[in-house]
């Protein structure tokens, strides 16, 4: 069955209503993007589909597989979060299956359920960075949880009782091609998929995100009301949304956090948030256009600026500048 992807959405000119800035004061959600991840949200809180969440590091998968949660039937329950990139090979059959070779005797450990759930406990399941788990594993979990569904063993996972969230940061669909992902878990978990753009591609998250974590800092270093509050100056935002955060929403939380701790004053300036951020470039990470060689050159120029406006979601002055292009000569390439 194809997966029923978050549909990509042109962003909205202009500042958004406040309603729009945050979900209850766990996401912050002032692109169109990010707020139509969250109506995705919504869409599955009555569902028990397995859901996969893909997005470079550091764009918030955990954030989105939680708010999932909260939003769900299943909220009342365990949210169990299993690092699978961290696992040694020992733990995984303790881990995922609840398998362990100390069944008997003294120091025999308690029995756990499937995926870390105690029997007949309701819950997610959150699997992050599944893509590196080792091929038996993934091939060993997808039989566990499908003869959970077909049979109902008593502390498996059965239908309504618990919802399985996936994370991958790479195309799993590429990982598959190359053997190193197995097919049929492909397809399990790509019933619903919800892919999270990097924070490049939705700038207006970037200064909600930076106030929302300044408000935090403050509160952490300055925990006293007589403490004249922090703030960032023009200057200072103009670096912060220039900026092409390779490292997402948790390179910028970093970032306003240790401006917070080294600022002399109550104004946190371009000097010292331009220290922090090291030389302005643009984004050099391993994205990858495929082009077609038979064309001509113009028809791969204009190939690459349409991908390249389509995975800015239909912001063209984002496209622009993730090319390395003034706004102008994007769209004189367009209209040519």
Same mark, same amino acid.
């Given at each position: 069955m194809e997966a029923a992807n978050v549909p990509v959405v042109r962003q909205q000119s202009g500042r958004c209503s406040p309603a729009a800035v945050e979900s209850d004061g &766990?996401? /912050? +959600? @002032?692109?169109?993007?990010? @707020?139509?991840?969250?109506?995705? $949200?919504?869409? #599955? $809180?009555?569902? +028990?589909?397995?859901?996969? #969440?893909?997005? !470079? /590091?550091?764009?918030?998968?955990?954030? /989105?597989?939680? !708010?999932?949660? &909260?939003?769900?039937?299943?909220?009342?329950?365990?949210?169990? @979060? /299993?690092?699978?990139?961290? #696992? @040694?090979?020992?733990? #995984?059959e303790r881990k995922l299956f609840g398998e362990s070779g100390d069944s008997v005797g003294e120091g025999a450990r308690k029995p756990v359920g499937l995926l870390g759930l105690e029997p007949g406990q309701r819950g997610t399941v959150f699997l992050d960075g599944i893509a590196q788990l080792p091929v038996w594993a993934q091939i060993k979990l997808l039989d566990a949880l499908q003869e959970s569904r077909e049979h109902g063993n008593d502390g498996a996972l059965v239908p309504g009782q618990a919802r399985v969230i996936a994370s991958t940061t790479c195309e799993l669909k590429n990982a598959v091609i190359q053997n190193r992902f197995d097919a049929r878990l492909f397809h399990y978990l790509d019933f619903f998929r919800i892919d999270i753009p990097p924070l490049r591609h939705r700038q207006d998250d970037v200064r909600a995100l930076a106030e929302h974590f300044l408000a935090a800092a403050i509160s952490d270093v300055h925990p006293s009301p007589q403490m004249p509050p922090r703030y960032f100056s023009e200057e200072a935002w103009q670096c912060l949304l220039q900026f092409d955060w390779p490292g997402n929403v948790l390179q910028l939380a970093t970032v306003v956090a240790h401006a917070t701790m080294l600022a002399e004053g109550p104004e946190i300036g371009p000097a010292c948030v331009a220290a922090l951020l090291g030389p302005m470039r643009q984004h050099s990470g391993c994205e990858m256009i495929s082009v077609p060689l038979a064309n001509s050159l113009r028809e791969m120029e204009l190939a690459i600026v349409n991908e390249m406006i389509r995975r800015c979601r239909g912001n063209k002055a984002a496209a622009a500048r993730s090319l390395g292009l003034h706004r102008r000569t994007l769209y004189r390439l367009l209209e040519e």
């Open positions: &766990r996401v /912050i +959600a @002032r692109s169109a993007a990010m @707020r139509e991840i969250l109506d995705a $949200a919504r869409q #599955l $809180a009555g569902t +028990a589909i397995p859901v996969l #969440l893909q997005g !470079e /590091i550091g764009v918030g998968k955990t954030t /989105i597989a939680r !708010e999932i949660h &909260r939003r769900s039937r299943f909220a009342a329950g365990p949210f169990v @979060r /299993i690092a699978c990139g961290s #696992l @040694r090979e020992s733990e #995984l």
